[in-house]
């Protein structure tokens, strides 16, 4: 049975999946989310996905949500096929690996959604944008990202020398950010070096929107 990921391309997690099933080279089928008529917050997507967003796996009646998770699982039940190494299996590779997960998670989308929510989103809904928390969310990420080209200055990817899911889980919300008035990606050295490698892999070039960097 092919793999069914509902969601909405072009949004952040479904994206964020499609480059994985791509590098794996994963047949899939994809089914839209009617966003616009509240789908996701319907009583049979809410059982799915009790959390009312996208996206969410089915795999032959195994049901999953968390694009992350969803990566994670695609990467390790197709570990034979397409992009290797994606989740380290040495024991101290795979500790620095979840260590890059955390930095994904704690040191750059916890910065990075704020300035998307309120740079992109809202600019986009028409709704007043807080030019102070844009600012503030640009500062903080900034200091975060400073750390990161530090962290790349001594290896070639987040987790090592190795490309692993951890890298291109940054891809979705980095590739927003010029829209939101960021260009840290772009002129930090050692960042720019490693954003402008997996910005150009093939998966992420067929995935990304246009408003990508
Ligand atoms: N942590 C979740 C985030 C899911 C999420 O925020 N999805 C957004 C699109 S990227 C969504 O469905 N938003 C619809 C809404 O907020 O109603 C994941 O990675 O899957």
New binding site residues.
Partial sequence: MVLKLYG?TG????D?VLVILREKGVPYELHEVD?KNKE??SAAFLEKQPF????YLDDDGFIL????A?SYYIAAKYSDQGTQGLIPTDLKANALFQQALSNELCNFEAFTYPLILEGLYKRFQGLEVDQKAIDKAISALDEKLDVYDKILSKQKYIAGDELTLADLFHLTSGALLPSCGYHGLKTKPNVARWWNEISSRPSWQATKGPNAL
Avoid: A, Q
């Avoid at 009312?52 to 996206?55: A, D, K, M, N, V």
């Avoid at 949500?65 to 992350?68: I, V």
């Fill in positions: 909405v949004w952040g997690g479904t964020r966003t996701h917050k009312g967003l996208t996206p949500y968390e694009s992350r969803i």
